[in-house]
């Protein structure tokens, strides 16, 4: 039977932890390594709700992009929320996986398959660490063409956006927040560029860079990776049953 460190074998195979950014907490966070796996619940982050669900569901095992644990803890207790959810996983015998910036760099990881849902070729990396990607349509088309393929392809309640006057061809993305690249994409020569986390004066430097920026949500822009990652760890562990999470949804609305 497959254990939690054969799991996290794989997914290291997928996104090497060599890959994750400095400030970066990626890796095995929580569990005993030799503990044998039947089910596992996969999700972009380790909720309150998340932990419930896999309690119902008599998970051993979730996998998230978002790390559990962060930053530095100086304590786990019942006095906050986040030793709350540590305390309910270790009293479950639950174990948690985090793949995160290793796995927005990755081959196959994040921003390759945020470009395939946007039916975008990729060409490179965005950035000088491997992270985001560049490409091409098939064809040039108008914003208020692209955007509706952006709503649709990621599941948003939403967009924020501006529009600079381009057509859209050359495109950049970065799942989650990627405003730090914005001068990037503009250099690169792309028109447009899809991510999450914009402030008000980043929509104003796009304008002035000439780009058009598309803000179509952190949770949106990263959570296409989850089906993917479930079908790759599925094929390499056939005794495990892997699934989505059904309780942790985009948490931003617009009325």
């Known amino acids: 039977m497959s254990t939690v460190r054969d799991v996290f074998q794989t997914l290291c195979q997928t996104a090497p932890l060599e890959l994750q950014m400095d400030f970066d907490n990626s890796g095995f966070l929580l569990g005993h390594g030799d503990q044998p796996v039947s089910r596992t619940l996969l999700s972009l982050d380790v909720t309150d709700a998340v932990i419930e669900e896999a309690i119902r569901e008599k998970a051993d095992l979730i996998v998230s992009h978002h790390p559990l644990i962060f930053h530095p803890l100086r304590s786990v207790t019942d ?30 990881g994040v921003n390759d398959v945020l470009m395939a849902a ?11 660490e491997g992270c985001g990607r ?7 088309l108008s914003m208020q063409e692209f955007l509706p393929r952006v709503k649709e ?6 967009l924020r956006y501006v529009d600079a006057g381009k057509r859209v061809y050359r495109v950049a993305v970065m799942g989650g927040s990627g405003a730090d690249s914005i001068d990037r994409a503009a250099a690169l020569g792309c028109d447009t560029y899809v991510t999450a986390d914009i402030k008000y004066h980043q929509f104003q430097r796009a304008l002035d860079l ?13 959570n296409p990776v989850i089906p993917a990652l479930l079908g790759r760890l599925q094929s390499r562990h056939p005794d495990v049953e892997f699934r989505i999470s059904a309780a942790h949804q985009a948490i931003i609305r617009f009325a």
Request: charged share 25%; proline share 1%.
């Open 79 to 108: 006095d906050t929320p986040e030793g709350r959810r540590i305390l309910r996983l270790i009293e479950n015998g639950i174990s948690v996986i985090s793949m995160h910036t290793n796995l927005d760099i990755a081959d196959g």
């Open 118 to 128: 946007l039916g975008i070729l990729t060409e490179s990396a965005l950035d000088e």
């Open 134 to 140: 560049v490409g091409v349509l098939d064809a040039k």
């Open 153 to 158: 392809a990621l599941r948003c309640s939403g």
């Open 210 to 222: 000439g780009l058009n920026l598309i803000d179509a949500d952190h949770f949106n822009t990263e």
